[in-house]
């Protein structure tokens, strides 16, 4: 009994390490938060 | 340069008031020399220039200094921090409450652009196009066509994360009408390439692509161009068309700025994803082992590293190749090596190294051949 509980535990141990989150890598081409990519800020002083 | 910044601090110290033209070319000074003097790495000259613009009443000035302030946070990669400081900025500007100056108006809506990338760049979808939403009653024609058209392109590419795919098209459809030259016609047809990507339309996501292509050609922009065969690439990947995937993906790694962590992340990503289908872990491996090395010579951020580590590790582990697996748990072994001991505990990135390191040896453990 305990043999079998240790063996389904090592199973369920191998299943759980194999899952992974598997995310497409497209480029979004966001600017990033201060925009230096393709726009210049202007500057207006009072 | 050290020498005159600290001189300019503690001659801010000492000075008990300001007349107007001082403050005036106070904050010229800083905002005009962000980039030039360093000043991102001084957050104890940002904050001190803030508190001396909004204790003389400049709520503008330091309402942007203090949007700088996030972003020199956003340049070491503290996202939340930044969004915080951006946020502080908005408050700032909305307590001026002058609807009628357009200068305020216009910085608003950039503010809570920026606000909404932050979230998006931090998975937070839904508080991203929170924030466009929040962006868009301010919107109308008086503002300028640079911003307006950031808007477009920044809420596009939150609500494809958000999976709202119509709302996507229609804003796309509005940045175009704002994309007046060819890099922003080229990131708007990105866009749409992305769209149809989603959509599952390949064909025409494709046709997208290549007029982005065309866009970033004419002006020799080289991360647009990088961009897009990356994109190109992940269109034949997840079609399962893997030799035109190789070759885009090889265009690419011709061109692409290794000196940008963030490029370099999407690219290596792509790349060992499109060697390990055809389950060529010696290869993989070897790109691996090519990111780690300029993640040195450039001295990334080594959080960088993780995605394409994770990819590598995964796919070796599933497989259980021991050749490359053994290969591995040393590459991981150096990379722990490298690490600050004293940071161990409260360090993502060495937790992730120990736990890949963990599972390779549960899986390429081999007992020791007993001495008789």
Same mark, same amino acid.
């Given at each position: 009994?305990?043999?079998?509980?240790?063996?389904? @535990?090592?199973?369920?141990?191998?299943?759980?390490?194999?899952?992974?989150?598997?995310? @497409?890598?497209?480029?979004?081409?966001?600017?990033?938060?201060?925009?230096?990519?393709?726009?210049?800020?202007?500057?207006?002083?009072? | 340069?050290?020498?005159? &910044?600290? *001189?300019?601090?503690?001659?801010?110290?000492?000075?008990? /008031?300001?007349?107007?033209?001082?403050?005036? /070319?106070?904050?010229?000074?800083?905002?005009? #020399?962000?980039?030039?003097?360093?000043?991102?790495?001084? &957050?104890?000259?940002?904050?001190?220039?803030?508190?001396?613009?909004?204790?003389?009443?400049?709520?503008? $000035?330091?309402?942007?200094?203090?949007? +700088?302030?996030?972003?020199?946070?956003?340049?070491?990669?503290?996202?939340?921090?930044? *969004?915080?400081?951006?946020?502080?900025?908005?408050?700032?500007?909305?307590?001026? #409450?002058?609807?009628?100056?357009?200068?305020?108006? $216009?910085?608003?809506?950039?503010?809570?652009?920026? *606000?909404?990338?932050?979230?998006?760049?931090? =998975?937070?979808?839904?508080?991203?196009?929170?924030?466009?939403?929040?962006?868009?009653?301010?919107?109308? /024609?008086?503002?300028?066509?640079?911003?307006?058209?950031?808007?477009?392109?920044?809420?596009?590419?939150?609500?494809?994360?958000?999976?709202?795919?119509?709302?996507?098209?229609?804003?796309?459809?509005?940045?175009? $009408?704002? %994309?007046?030259? #060819?890099?922003?016609?080229?990131?708007?047809?990105?866009?749409?390439?992305?769209?149809?990507?989603?959509?599952?339309?390949? =064909?025409?996501? &494709?046709?997208?692509?290549?007029?982005?292509?065309? %866009?970033?050609?004419?002006?020799?922009?080289?991360?647009?161009?990088?961009?897009?065969?990356?994109?190109?690439?992940?269109?034949?990947?997840?079609?399962?068309?893997?030799?035109?995937?190789?070759?885009?993906?090889?265009?690419?790694?011709?061109?692409?700025?290794?000196? !940008?962590?963030?490029?370099?992340?999407?690219?290596?990503?792509?790349?060992?994803?499109?060697?390990?289908?055809?389950?060529?872990?010696?290869?993989?491996?070897?790109?691996? =082992?090519?990111?780690?090395?300029?993640?040195?010579?450039?001295?990334?951020?080594?959080?960088?590293?993780?995605?394409?580590? !994770?990819?590598?590790?995964?796919?070796? /582990?599933?497989?259980?190749?021991? +050749?490359?697996?053994?290969?591995?748990?040393?590459?991981?072994?150096?990379?722990?090596?490298?690490? !600050?001991?004293?940071?161990?505990? !409260?360090?993502?990135?060495?937790?992730?190294?120990?736990?890949? =390191?963990?599972?390779?040896?549960?899986?390429?453990?081999?007992?020791?051949?007993?001495?008789?």
């Amino acid at each position: 009994m305990k043999k079998l509980l240790k063996s389904l @535990a090592c199973i369920s141990l191998v299943f759980i390490l194999s899952i992974s989150i598997v995310s @497409a890598t497209d480029g979004t081409g966001g600017g990033g938060m201060n925009s230096v990519n393709y726009i210049i800020e202007e500057i207006v002083i009072k | 340069m050290e020498k005159s &910044r600290r *001189i300019f601090l503690e001659d801010l110290e000492e000075k008990d /008031s300001f007349n107007n033209d001082e403050l005036k /070319s106070l904050y010229e000074n800083i905002v005009k #020399n962000l980039d030039k003097h360093d000043y991102y790495d001084d &957050r104890e000259l940002l904050f001190k220039v803030k508190d001396i613009l909004i204790e003389h009443k400049m709520m503008f $000035e330091g309402a942007h200094v203090t949007k +700088e302030i996030g972003i020199s946070y956003y340049k070491e990669g503290n996202i939340p921090k930044a *969004i915080r400081y951006v946020e502080n900025a908005t408050y700032i500007l909305e307590n001026i #409450n002058d609807n009628s100056d357009m200068r305020i108006k $216009e910085a608003l809506v950039n503010y809570l652009i920026s *606000i909404g990338v932050g979230y998006y760049e931090v =998975l937070s979808y839904q508080s991203s196009v929170a924030n466009f939403k929040k962006c868009s009653k301010l919107i109308d /024609s008086k503002i300028s066509s640079n911003v307006l058209w950031r808007y477009y392109h920044e809420y596009t590419i939150a609500s494809i994360y958000a999976k709202d795919y119509d709302n996507a098209k229609k804003l796309i459809d509005k940045s175009l $009408e704002y %994309a007046h030259d #060819n890099v922003k016609k080229g990131f708007t047809y990105n866009d749409l390439g992305r769209y149809y990507w989603k959509v599952k339309k390949p =064909l025409d996501s &494709r046709r997208a692509y290549d007029k982005a292509l065309e %866009a970033f050609k004419a002006e020799n922009h080289n991360n647009g161009l990088a961009l897009i065969y990356n994109n190109i690439a992940m269109l034949y990947y997840t079609t399962k068309k893997n030799e035109q995937a190789s070759e885009w993906i090889e265009k690419c790694f011709e061109i692409f700025d290794r000196s !940008d962590p963030k490029q370099c992340v999407m690219f290596f990503d792509t790349y060992i994803r499109i060697i390990l289908r055809k389950h060529d872990f010696g290869e993989a491996v070897d790109k691996l =082992l090519e990111f780690i090395k300029l993640s040195d010579n450039y001295s990334f951020d080594k959080r960088y590293i993780l995605d394409s580590l !994770d990819l590598v590790v995964d796919r070796i /582990s599933s497989f259980k190749n021991e +050749e490359y697996g053994i290969k591995l748990k040393n590459i991981l072994i150096h990379l722990i090596k490298q690490t !600050d001991e004293n940071d161990i505990e !409260d360090n993502y990135y060495s937790e992730k190294l120990y736990s890949y =390191l963990g599972r390779l040896r549960y899986l390429f453990y081999k007992k020791p051949k007993r001495r008789d």
